[in-house]
């Protein structure tokens, strides 16, 4: 699953930043590119964290849910505080960027992402191979 999100990311923002390129230019572009960066960053270490726990301490899932995504929260807003603190990235198209891509990317996954879990329709259980 995380693999296919930063297939689909990879892809969707080397679209985003040539729209963003012809749209605005250097910056606009740098700036679309940073913000799916970091929306695929964020998704891609909440699904290791998350899925290391769901192997190891199910129990603790919630938690460590609740971890990430403060976790994720406060290293997007290090980072917006840093960029702003630059000229080189205009940080509304960032921002805007980072909403789109992350919705973007979960919506994506759940609707097409389902199909590639569970049994495959005609597929013998280990139960019917025996």
């Known amino acids: 699953m995380v ?3 930063v297939r689909r990311g990879a892809v969707a ?3 985003a930043a040539g729209v963003l390129w012809l749209v605005g230019g250097y910056t606009y572009a740098l700036s679309g590119a940073l913000g799916v ?17 769901a192997d190891r301490h199910p129990e603790l899932l919630m938690a460590a849910g609740m971890a990430t995504f403060v976790g994720g929260l406060l290293v997007v807003s290090i ?12 940080f509304p198209i960032t921002g805007m960027t980072l909403i789109g891509a992350h919705l973007g990317l979960v919506l994506w996954e759940a609707a097409t992402g ?15 191979r025996s």
């Open 114 to 128: 389902s199909r590639d879990v569970g049994p495959k329709l005609g597929a013998k259980s280990q139960s019917q």
């Open 37 to 53: 960066a970091l929306a695929l960053g964020n998704l891609w270490l909440a699904a290791r964290v998350i899925g290391g726990v």
């Open 79 to 90: 980072a917006a505080f840093a960029m702003r603190a630059t000229a080189v990235v205009d």
């Open 3 to 5: 693999r296919r999100m």
């Open 13 to 15: 923002g080397l679209v």
